[in-house]
Nanobody, 125 residues
Framework: VQLQASGGGLVQPGGSLRLSCAASGLTFSSYVMAWFRQAPGKEQEFVAALSRGGGTTYYADSVKGRFTISRDNAKNTVHLRMNSLRPEDTAVYYC???????????????????WGQGTQVTVSS
């Protein structure tokens, strides 16, 4: 199983970015997919997750209303659209996936078996 994250970069406050995570070597539609992030000097934290069929989404309070997670099961890809970016959104963003995850554990990074390599997002003027 491989997860390849891309789309990070430098953006000004208030700007937007779209992250993508391409998956291979798995039955993508069977996996819960999520994004986590880790800022310098901080622990990795949950950002957003999406159910296997894409019908249910989960967000951290800090990004709710600004970020949108989506998936394309035909292309084995999950996206994170980030709007109204703030300096505190600066972090390395990781995509993650798990096949057997239950809803109550969806925000728990320890429950995810597969991880991408991370993509840097920097929000600065």
């Amino acid at each position: 199983v491989q997860l390849q994250a891309s789309g990070g970069g430098l953006v000004q406050p208030g700007g937007s970015l779209r992250l993508s995570c391409a998956a291979s070597g798995l039955t993508f539609s069977s996996y819960v997919m999520a994004w986590f992030r880790q800022a310098p000097g901080k622990e990795q934290e949950f950002v957003a997750a999406l159910s296997r069929g894409g019908g249910t989404t989960y967000y951290a309070d800090s990004v709710k209303g600004r970020f949108t997670i989506s998936r394309d099961n035909a292309k084995n890809t999950v996206h994170l659209r980030m709007n109204s970016l703030r300096p505190e959104d600066t972090a390395v963003y990781y995509c993650a996936g798990d096949r057997s995850l239950i809803t109550s554990s969806i925000r728990d990074r320890g429950q995810y078996d597969y991880w991408g390599q991370g993509t840097q997002v920097t929000v600065s003027s």
